[in-house]
């Protein structure tokens, strides 16, 4: 069996992954609590951001910073570009199947026992896809029973975040269930890790056919950093959006100014209008005044350009 290094640069690669994504679920949480202040296709949209950060920034990056940190001494490991983008959309689509369950299904254990699954199976099945991707002359073979408890390790993650997302409202402890999240991820990659085995070729020959593929500093790297910056910018755009409270306050705001005038409400405040107080309201004229549309005028304004009442007694 060959040896593998899967910290080639220390703690650099697990402890970046490990923050990005703590990131990608922290901003996918943060989508979530809007998605449960909004209805219809607004939800919908704010659940499929929540699918986008989670499943790329929170996962597929992570996986892919720990990637780069692994090398095999003596070899160079490249990726095909299409396993790899497929692996990716995978994760975005698993994740966003399973809040879109939570999100529009009933309430209960059922819905979020059966998006979890889904989710944690999606994952596993970005891992080794991705996986799937390296190009390189040896041959990778799993430990069974290893690859079952990384599956099992993704299937409670992915429980945990959709319990998370219907749960949490407040920024701390989204952000606290955000850390948490991302040691999941974190152990369920290098749990699958653990359980690959590589094989060296019997044939030098085979090595002629191993050719392809783009080495990890071309392709991941810029596609990583790529991922990262727009992480950033969602976090901007993130935290100027309005809160789940906010938005609330809003919807019950636009209800009360949208309630026809004729509901109990309004007309009884109407109704108690006229008996506040003895006399006319500021609306009702009198002899004299002004039109019953008109708010009289302040009786100061424009005073010191009036005449004195003995000129215009001396006018003829």
Do not use: K
């Not at 703590?22 to 296709?41: E, I, V």
């Not at 892919?64 to 095999?72: H, V």
């Not at 970005?126 to 073979?141: E, K, L, S, W």
């Not at 003895?278 to 019953?292: K, L, T, V």
């Amino acid at each position: 069996m060959v040896h593998v290094n899967n910290f080639t640069y220390g703690l650099v690669t697990p402890v970046l992954g490990y923050v990005m994504s703590s990131l990608g679920c922290f901003l996918g949480l943060r989508c979530t609590t809007r998605a449960r202040a909004s209805q219809g296709a607004q939800r919908a949209r704010w659940l499929l951001l929540a699918a986008l950060s989670v499943a790329t920034t929170g996962i597929w990056v992570m996986h892919f910073i720990a990637m780069l940190g692994f090398t095999i001494p003596g070899q160079t490991i490249t990726y095909s570009v299409p396993v790899t983008i497929l692996s990716m959309l995978i994760a975005v689509i698993v994740v966003g199947i399973g809040l879109l369950i939570v999100g529009f299904g009933s309430a209960g254990r059922w819905p979020l026992l059966l998006g979890g699954l889904i989710i944690g199976c999606g994952v596993a099945s970005m891992h080794y896809i991705g996986m799937a991707a390296m190009r390189m002359p040896d041959t990778v073979r799993y430990d069974n029973t290893v690859v079952v408890l990384s599956v099992l390790i993704a299937v409670v993650a992915g429980t945990a975040a959709l319990w998370a997302a219907l749960r949490l409202a407040a920024v701390w402890s989204t952000l606290a269930a955000s850390l948490i999240m991302g040691v999941a991820v974190s152990g369920m990659h290098y749990t699958g890790m653990a359980a690959m085995q590589v094989h060296g070729v019997q044939n030098p020959g085979m090595l002629a056919g191993m050719t392809g593929g783009v080495s990890a500093q071309a392709f991941l790297l810029p596609l990583i950093i790529g991922i990262s910056l727009l992480a950033f910018v969602l976090t901007a755009v993130i935290s100027l959006s309005p809160t789940e409270a906010e938005m609330h306050e809003d919807a019950a705001l636009m209800a009360h100014l949208s309630s026809p005038p004729s509901s109990p409400s309004v007309a009884a405040h109407r109704a108690a209008g006229p008996a506040a107080g003895p006399g006319p309201g500021p609306r009702e004229a009198g002899p004299g005044q002004y039109g019953p549309r008109e708010e009289p005028e302040d009786p100061d304004a424009g005073r010191w350009f009036r005449p004195r009442p003995s000129a215009r007694r001396d006018t003829p």
